[in-house]
């Protein structure tokens, strides 16, 4: 039922930039809690950014702080996580969370982000 098709992932340099989207469908995502997590090889999933079902909490990782920004556009159903000043160790795959007020979670495939030289 709830789906999350997530994109905007790539290959970008050192102090470079990309904002990744997740695409909701089957469920109205201002209804929800969205979040972003990220995962990189050999290492556990982490919690990026977050943000509350009514958009006016966000949290976010000490790692990302000052850097990243999580968004939503209610009009498209999409959740959105602009990546600035991007270095090596963002390199992971990303991933988009919904949770809804039943705490039944719903989670995108997940975008490859790759930050090098």
């Known amino acids: 039922q709830v789906q999350l098709v997530e994109s905007g992932g790539g290959l970008v340099q050192p102090g470079g930039f990309l904002r990744l989207s997740c695409v909701g469908s089957g469920f109205t995502l201002s209804r929800y809690a969205m979040s972003w997590y990220r995962q990189c090889p050999g290492k556990e999933r982490e919690l990026v950014a977050s943000m509350s079902s009514t958009g006016r909490t966000t949290t976010y990782a000490n790692s990302v702080k000052g850097r990243f920004t999580i968004s939503t556009d209610n009009a498209k159903n999409t959740v959105y996580l602009q990546m600035n000043s991007l270095k090596p160790e963002d390199t992971a795959v990303y991933y988009c969370?919904?949770?809804?007020?039943?705490?039944?979670?719903?989670w995108g495939q997940g975008t490859q982000v790759t930050v090098s030289s």
């Open positions: 969370k919904a949770k809804g007020v039943d705490g039944l979670e719903s």
